[in-house]
């Protein structure tokens, strides 16, 4: 009994840290397209293509790195420098976004600059906190519990980094809202350097080359399986959210707030249903309760396709929310899952290598979102800051926010059906 409130602080410690990532990552995703382009007045085209660049360079680290992360030894481990002395310069150029250090003229070259240094800092931090999921907690039971804590701080960041922007940036500005945010995010990702702990005697990744330890990342056909559902599903979290700015300002005519109340709505039902989730999945198995997850999750995007009042949208908002919780918690148990079985057939712990494959596929989503974005907007009439989009305009943001995500997982449900994992 002594050793449960000391485990239950470890997975606290290790959990806050996603309070950061979900913070950049989602406030990233959401609002980085409507402020370079509704804002500053950028060319849709220019930021979609700057976004694919993105995508790539970003792709490339995440394997690299965790290939470089795997093999590296300190007396602190292998992945707690990188977060304890990469949390702070990468906080601090999260906050540069949003500050446009440039004319006009010039500001898609400013933010291609920081987009891409802020990519490189994310990738190096967020990769090495992520890997040391799989490591610290082992059991199914144990990464229930973990992953419930994991999420939920995860889901109050997203609440927080999705939500609440508009609140602040309409009342003091986007500089003054990325500058709080950035802060925010460098001190709980100090916490978790702080507490976080790595299990010693962990079998290392055999002195191979890169392009061999890529071939046989690749060759495990149940990670190829998951790394395929895990990006639908994982495009539609970028998708989503950054189309709900245009569709409650151009279909539902709301004000500015309604993304507030209709993201917060979101997570605060997600808050305490990993806690559901996660007795699910002890109950019934990752695999089973991720299928009943993306079930869900499609029928409560549906509405969302013909409802055109705030009321309806927000009752839609709260089903969303509860399967959300599904999905974040169980895609990380089954990463963990399948690393496991690599553990038992190659003798060596790869939980950098892996997560920095899952991270080289699912890191396009958000260049996918934006070009589908960048491309609905330029062809179907949207117009900058109209009193009222043509049809056509307003169906294809309905398209961004329900009819594209439906589709997406559905090839989703398809894929971790075929997933067998044992556990």
């Given amino acids: 009994m002594g050793e449960q409130p000391l485990a239950r602080k470890r997975m606290i410690f290790y959990a806050s840290g996603n309070f950061s990532a979900n913070v950049m ?24 293509i700057v976004m694919v660049v993105h995508g790539i360079i970003g792709a490339i680290l995440n394997p690299l790195f965790g290939y470089v992360s795997d093999r590296y030894r ?96 309409s009342k003091y500005g986007w500089e003054s809202m990325g500058l709080a945010f950035g802060l925010c995010s460098a001190v709980f990702l100090l916490v978790t350097a702080a507490g976080a702990k790595e299990r010693k005697n962990v079998n290392a990744t055999k002195p191979i080359h890169l392009a061999k330890a890529l071939r046989i990342t690749l060759r495990n056909r ?20 950054a189309a709900i700015p245009f569709f409650n300002k151009y279909v539902l005519n709301a004000p500015e707030q309604a993304n507030t109340y209709m993201l917060g709505l979101v997570f605060l039902t997600a808050i305490p249903s990993v806690y559901v989730w996660a007795h699910w999945t002890t109950k019934y198995g990752p695999r089973r309760s991720i299928l009943g997850a993306i079930a869900l999750y499609m029928a409560s995007l549906l509405p ?15 089903f969303i929310g509860f399967s959300l919780a599904g999905l974040m918690v169980l895609l990380e148990i089954l990463l963990a899952e399948v690393i496991d079985q690599d553990e038992v057939k190659s003798g060596a712990r790869r ?17 996918l979102q934006a070009l589908i974005m960048s491309f609905l907007l330029e062809h179907t009439g949207y117009v900058r800051d109209a009193a009222q989009q043509p049809e056509l305009a307003v169906f294809g943001i309905r398209l961004m926010l329900a009819g ?4 997406s997982l559905l090839f989703a449900f398809v894929c971790f059906y075929r997933l067998k994992i044992k556990s």
């Fill in 404 to 407: 594209i995500p439906i589709v």
């Fill in 304 to 318: 969302l396709l013909f409802i055109s009042t705030s009321a309806a949208t927000y009752v839609t908002s709260l």
């Fill in 25 to 48: 990552a989602q406030m990233f995703a959401a609002y980085i397209v409507y402020y370079y382009v509704d804002i500053l007045g950028a060319r849709p085209s220019h930021v979609g």
């Fill in 222 to 241: 149940m990670f190829v399986i998951y790394v395929i559902g895990g990006f639908l599903v994982q495009f539609t979290f970028a998708l989503v959210p």
């Fill in 351 to 367: 939980e950098g290598m892996y997560f920095g494959m899952n991270g080289f596929i699912i890191r396009w989503g958000v260049s």
């Fill in 74 to 169: 300190t007396r602190w481990g292998r992945r707690i420098p990188y977060i304890a002395f990469g949390s702070i310069p990468l906080a601090a150029v999260f906050t540069l976004v949003w500050f446009p250090l440039a004319p006009q003229s010039s500001i898609i070259y400013y933010f291609f600059g920081v987009v891409i240094l802020f990519d490189i800092l994310y990738v190096l931090v967020i990769l090495n906190y992520s890997a040391l999921f799989p490591e610290m907690f082992i059991t199914i039971r144990e990464r229930a519990a973990a992953a419930s804590w994991k999420q939920m701080f995860g889901i109050v960041g997203m609440l927080v980094g999705v939500a609440l922007p508009p609140l602040i940036y």
